[in-house]
Every structure is written in structure tokens, then in C-alpha cells.
Antibody
């Protein structure tokens, strides 16, 4: 059974850096055919795809966040991470990590972490 | 990016009802369209991928149809555990986008 678990501070001060890690169990992050995504959900609102990373280090970042965003992967620990700099209250959200199927005909998020609430406040 | 429009934004239904949710894309997304179910405090769960394919383990009362710009999610006979919010998602363009959700509530 594939499981993902987000971890990181639940409170970040404005202008600082939000850092989250997603630890994967039940599957190897280095297995081909999968990418690893971050998605966020602003309070009471819909879902926004932040971007993905492949175990080889290839990434896609949402253009609206690209200038503040860095993703990385640690295959030895089977986990991947997100850093979002210069945060504001608008970055307050529940952050999810998800396994991402990416092929010619199928593209979806088939396994999700439980989500972690990050609040940006002084 | 491609805005996705869901309708209705909410609906009230009873157990046993047939429920249909519509998702429209502002431009052609082929069949790169997924449906997710989200319950309060939980992560979204993949129900339907590639417009009409049922994810493993999802009950057969859920079905999806459509192509290009118009899609539907149908629940053939609503069960108590189906009261939730449903999101569509297009994965055709480089930037994948979600609809704003349809909340299915108890009538």
C-alpha cells in the first residue's frame, strides 16, 4: 500500500521560507513512470497544483509560484521536499503531496498524503 | 491555463438518487479529465481518470463520460458515504487545473 506523509512546521512567519517534506512508503520514489507532486488548498477553496518533481531531478513549477519555489528529491530516504520563499498570508493553506501518474494517456494523482495545514502569520 | 467550470456548485440529494455533475473546459482537453472526491478534513481521492476509467477499488455506481470540453460524473444510486465535494481536473495542458468543486449535500 502506497502511503505519503507530509511533515514540516505548521506556522511560518511572513517573508520567511515554508519548507515541507513528503516521505513515501510502500513504493520507491525512483520507480519509473511516476512523478511526485505538491498541491495546496486555500481555506474553504479549491485545489491548486504547485508542481512536480521526478526522481531524476526534473521539475515543473506552477508559473504563478515559480519565482519562489524549489523542489528537491532524496532517493536515499525515499522522500521529496518543497521550499516556498517569501511567504505571505495568501500562502496559508493545506499542503498535500501526491504520487503523480504521467504517461501518454494517463495523468492523475493516484495516491495522496493526508495534508498538512501551514499558517503564515506573525 | 485552462479554467474548469463545474455545475452545479452544490446540490441536495437523497440516498438512492441518481446524481450528475458537469465539468466544462474552456478549450479542448481531449479525455485528459479526472474526477476526485473529497470529504471534510481528508485528502481528495481519485475516482475516475481519463474521463471514463474507474480507478481500482472505486464502486461501479460512479461513472464518467465526455470528451473535448464537456464531461459528466454520474453516481447511479447515491449512498450515505457519497456525500462529499467532487472536483474535476484537466491534465491536458502543461499546467493542470481543477474545477471549483461540487458539494453534494443531504436533502
Amino acid at each position: 500500500q502506497v502511503q505519503l506523509q507530509e511533515s514540516g512546521p505548521g506556522l511560518v512567519k511572513p517573508s520567511q521560507t515554508l519548507s515541507l517534506t513528503c516521505t513515501v512508503s510502500g513504493a520507491s520514489i525512483s520507480s519509473g513512470g511516476f512523478y511526485w507532486s505538491w498541491i495546496r488548498q486555500l481555506p474553504g477553496q479549491g485545489l491548486e497544483w504547485i508542481g512536480y518533481i521526478h526522481y531524476t531531478g526534473g521539475t515543473f513549477y506552477n508559473p504563478s509560484l515559480k519565482s519562489r519555489l524549489v523542489m528537491s528529491v532524496d532517493t536515499s530516504r525515499n522522500r521529496f521536499s518543497l521550499k516556498l520563499t517569501s511567504v505571505t498570508a495568501a500562502d496559508t493553506a493545506v499542503y498535500y503531496c501526491a504520487r503523480t501518474v504521467y504517461s501518454d494517456h494517463v495523468r492523475d494523482f493516484d495516491y495522496w498524503g493526508q495534508g498538512t495545514l501551514v499558517t503564515v502569520s506573525s | 491555463d485552462i479554467p474548469m467550470t463545474q455545475s452545479p456548485s452544490s446540490l441536495s440529494a437523497s440516498v438512492g438518487d441518481r446524481v450528475t455533475i458537469t465539468c466544462r473546459a474552456s478549450e479542448n482537453v481531449n479525455t485528459y479529465l479526472n474526477w476526485y472526491q473529497q470529504k471534510p478534513g481528508k485528502a481528495p481521492k481519485l475516482l475516475i481518470y481519463s474521463a471514463s476509467k474507474l480507478q481500482t477499488g472505486v464502486p461501479s455506481r460512479f461513472s464518467g463520460s465526455g470528451a473535448a470540453t464537456q464531461f459528466t460524473l454520474t453516481i447511479s444510486s447515491l449512498q450515505p458515504e457519497d456525500f462529499a465535494t467532487y472536483y474535476c481536473q484537466q491534465t491536458y495542458t502543461t499546467l493542470w487545473t481543477f474545477g471549483h468543486g461540487t458539494k453534494v449535500e443531504v436533502k
